[in-house]
């Protein structure tokens, strides 16, 4: 699992059936800042995952990859391989808190 930032949406009209209904959202992962460790950094990639939870642009979410994205009940049948699993309230690392939803303004670390 790792944390990402929601930066945008994929709209495909033409698709699996299987994907038909599904919100598909582009997220940028974050990592702790090697440097400092009291803040989260972009890792520069960015990862298409299926959205279970009303996620929108610019939130911090919980993303899980590979096989494991295909164990909610929501996505048991999908061809996918991110999907989001969690809405992020707070970062604490080591009694510090990194990230926090009320005092977010725009990307962490940027």
Known sequence: ???AQVTGSIVATQKTAAMTGHKMLVVEPYRL???TRDRLVSTGRTFIAVDTLGAGEGQFVLVTQGSSARLTPETKSLPID???IGL???VR???KEVF????ASGPVGK
């Open 88 to 90: 992020v309230d707070t």
């Open 33 to 35: 800042d090697e440097k």
């Open 82 to 84: 991110a999907v989001i």
């Open 93 to 95: 690392i080591e009694g």
């Open 1 to 3: 699992m790792f944390v």
């Open 100 to 103: 926090s939803l009320g005092q």
